[in-house]
Structure formats: C-alpha cells, structure tokens
C-alpha cells in the first residue's frame, strides 16, 4: 500500500462546485498544501462535472512539485447527467469497460502516468466481483494504478469484492456527528484485513447545520479548546483520528489556513475521557 500523507486534500470543490479557482489559483494552493507536508490529493472523476480533474492536471504541470512526491487518489463508476456527460439518469458502472475508460481518462486529464489509488466511488447492485478483480489486475499489471480500494462500502460489500482483488482502501463519510462506521462493523472489519481508513466530511454538520446537537458538541468544545490550545475543526479531527483504524481525513477546504490548522491537528493527543466528553455530547447521552 502506498504511503499518503496523514491528511488529504480533497479537490472537488477547487473547481465548477465551488470556487471556481483558474489555473494559478489551483497551482498556488496545491504548492501551499505540499509545503504543509499535504502530498495526497482526493479526486474523482465526476468532480465539477467532469472537469476538475483537467484544470487540477494542468495546474499541477505548472507547479514546482515533483510528480514522485505526492499522491493521486481518484475514483470512477458513478455516472452523473451533465452538460460534459448528457446521461438520461444517474447510475453506477462497475464493468471493466468502464474502470478502463474512466482510468484513461483519469490519467489523460491528471496529466500523469499512473494512479497511486483508485476507488470505486459507490457500490452498485450489479457489480461483478470477478470482473472488477480482472480489470484490476490487469490495470496493475500495465502500472496504470498502483494501489485499489473503494469508496461508501459496507462489510459485506467489502468481503464480497476481497474474494477476488486485494482492498487497500475504504474511503467513507466518519465524523463526530455520522460516528455509525465505528459501532456498525466497517471499521472493524478494516482492521481485521488491514485495509486503510480514509474518511470524507470529516467535520461532520458541526458547522453546516445549527441545531440541539451542533449547540451540545460546541458548548463541550469550548473548555477542550482552551485545554488544548486547539481550534474546534482541529479537534474534530483529531477525535476520528484517535480510532485504530488511523483514519485519513480528506479535508475538503480551500483555505490555507485552515489546511495548516488540519496538519497541526495531527500532533494533538486528547485523552480518553476526552474523546468520550465529546461523544457523549454529540449522542446526547451517557454510553452504555
């Protein structure tokens, strides 16, 4: 399994769904996060509609950053209608025709000759298991990708898959406020065949949504805070990076600031009860 960094900058708001950054910007910020010791960049292939990947690759090219030094991770099977892709409905591919395409494409738009990670971004109903080993292999083989893994699997949606490609990866939504990964069997069948932890929305709703539960967590934030000297996001970060799992997080900001405030994260320690003060606070309730 190839090493990624401890904290992964997510790209799928660089672009068309979100800031809209041109070429400097994306090269600027992508300068910025290696400084920081950011080398892993979360993409997929849908990301802006079909279009991000091409603008990050074009930026990269201009960037002072070696391609040997840092990590692309993207993902395929998702098929979304629009403009780039006219598509009558929003499904799923999984068949080797298409992880061979997207990959090519993929490759074509990062500008580069290989992946170190590709995921499969959503678990369809119709996927072959023998046929994705197959195609895995083969673009292993041919030194397209380096390493696989998925994205929003289940334990059984895993297990299914490892009977016929090695998992290096699972990429899948972890926070203080969707905590259900930890209690409902994924991560612990992670840990138990060694597949890697990456999670996106890290953060969770603590600062998209304003209700009982935000209130709860960041009234008991505030004394951690100071105990800490640590911001909110930091130790929201460093809750889901307490597990053994050693969950990556896939940080989705654009600020540089705030991606130096995430790499800082990685150095604090809370303690035990700690972790649990802030649990508790996000359930409403005592554990068990």
């Known amino acids: 399994m190839n090493q990624l960094s401890r904290i ?67 993902k395929c099977g998702i098929q979304y209608p629009c403009e780039e892709r006219p598509l009558t409905v929003k499904h799923y591919n999984t068949t080797s025709e298409h992880i061979r395409q997207s990959v090519e494409a993929s490759l074509r738009h990062l500008q580069t000759e290989y992946l170190d990670v590709l995921l499969i971004h959503r678990p369809s109903p119709l996927m072959d298991p023998h046929e994705m080993g197959d195609i895995v292999a083969m673009l292993k083989d041919e030194g397209k990708i380096h390493n696989f893994g998925v994205s929003n699997f289940t334990p059984s949606q895993l297990a299914l898959l490892q009977t016929q490609v090695d998992l290096d990866w699972n990429q899948l939504e972890c926070s203080l406020t969707h905590d259900a990964p930890m209690t409902d069997g994924t991560l612990d069948m992670m840990v138990a065949t060694g597949i890697g932890a990456m999670a996106w929305s890290p953060l969770g709703n603590v600062f998209k949504e304003s209700g009982e539960v935000q209130a709860r967590i960041r009234k008991a934030l505030e004394p951690l805070c100071d105990k800490y000297r640590a911001t909110e996001d930091q130790l929201l970060l460093t809750w889901i990076m307490k597990h053994p799992a ?41 554990v068990a």
Do not use: C, N
Request: hydrophobic content about 40%.
């Open 8 to 74: 992964i900058s997510g790209t799928m708001t660089w672009g068309a769904w979100g800031k809209g950054f041109s070429t400097d910007q994306m090269q600027s910020l992508i300068e910025h996060a290696t400084s920081l010791g950011i080398t892993t960049f979360d993409h997929a292939d849908i990301y802006g509609g079909y279009t991000t990947e091409a603008e990050f690759g074009k930026a990269f090219a201009h960037a002072s950053v070696d391609r040997s030094s840092v990590q692309f991770v993207t």
């Open 246 to 286: 050693q969950i990556t997080p896939v940080v989705g900001t654009t600020s540089e600031e705030r991606l130096e405030l995430a790499t800082k994260a990685t150095q604090i320690e809370i303690s035990l009860p700690d972790w649990f003060i802030m649990l508790e606070a996000a359930k409403g309730h005592r």
